[in-house]
């Protein structure tokens, strides 16, 4: 016969398993929501994986492994398993689809290579929508030389595109992105890399005399120097001067507290920019970035293929297309 006791601590027992369940459900939609504040991971080390490709790759970062896919940079595809996604970005490019995987290719080499050494992740913890078992979560990449997505935008091998946040010490994403399009006009004007694949220059680099962004305060990184390794810091963005910035929305770059609708009927499902795109009710930054990341579509019909628009919302932003 169970005793009154034992019944009472097998319940107590079940209630701390529900509770620790529970507590863990929580912890993890948190980070897939985002976070308010930057994590620093220090003194992080490159994963080999073959799914790693320029913009997106695994992570060692403490005792635990990540995927990190980088703002506001994207580099073309490593093979021909996201077909309209290559045909976009060898359009932009102005070359053949073989030709992007090619850059697609040297722009792993050049991460790989990149981040053969320790480097700093500053990230708030957004979902990036892999479709991994490992948490792929959107973030800027520190090297010694500075940002990783300036380098391969600088060096041809990666194009100004993707979601967008403010870095660490920018009140928004406008001036990283203005940065990054001076970059690529450069490396357009030098032909290298994509830019320059027709002519035999996909392997020229860019000057070493180029200044890439430390977003890191200056007096964030004195503190951060006597911290343990390996550690995951949050810290709040500041600006040069060392004054507070508050930090905005789930991390992402500040929205204008009023939003003009769109004409309906008037938009182009394969040429609307970010801009017109949020300008469509139900359409923030990430399904903006999603759309665009989803081209070439046969017509605005195709939309309900894009993750997140289910039948209500498709009907919502359908009348706005063309």
């Given amino acids: 016969m169970i005793s009154r006791d034992s019944i009472c601590l097998q319940s107590a027992r079940i209630a701390l398993i529900g509770a620790a369940v529970l507590w863990a459900a929580a912890a993890d939609l948190g980070a897939r929501e985002g976070s308010k504040d930057w994590i620093v991971f220090e003194n992080c080390r490159f994963i080999s994986n073959p799914a790693d490709d320029g913009d997106s790759f695994h992570v060692s970062a403490g005792a635990k492994e990540y995927i990190f896919r980088l703002y506001l940079v994207d580099a073309p595809e490593t093979d021909e398993m996201t077909p309209r996604r290559l045909v976009e970005q060898a359009k932009y490019f102005g070359i053949t689809v073989p030709q992007a995987i090619e850059v697609g290719q040297a722009a792993k080499e050049f991460t790989r290579e990149k981040l053969s050494e320790p480097f700093t992740v500053f990230t708030r913890m957004s979902d990036a929508m892999g479709q991994s078992r490992i948490e792929r979560l959107y973030a800027f990449v520190q090297t010694k030389e500075g940002d990783l997505g300036e380098q391969l935008v600088r060096n041809g091998l990666g194009r100004v595109f993707g979601f967008k946040a403010a870095p660490p010490g920018l009140r928004n994403s406008q001036l990283e992105v203005e940065k990054l399009h001076q970059f690529e006009d450069e490396a357009k004007k030098e032909r290298i890399g994509a830019w320059g694949i027709n002519a035999g220059r996909l392997s020229v680099r860019a000057p070493s005399s180029v200044a890439f962004s430390i977003f890191v305060p200056e007096r964030e ?102």
């Fill in 221 to 322: 990184s004195r503190t951060r120097a006597t911290r343990k390794a390996h550690s995951a810091v949050p810290i709040s963005a500041t600006a040069s001067g060392g004054t507070p910035i508050p930090p905005t929305n789930s991390g992402e770059a500040s929205r204008a507290p009023a939003k003009d609708t769109a004409p309906l009927g008037k938009i182009d499902i394969n040429t609307a920019t970010e801009k017109e795109l949020k300008m469509i009710p139900g359409i923030g930054p990430v399904m903006a970035a999603r759309i665009i990341a989803a081209r070439p579509f046969r017509s605005a019909d195709d939309l309900k293929k894009v993750n997140g628009i289910g039948d209500k919302k498709y009907v919502q932003m359908r009348p706005y297309f063309q």
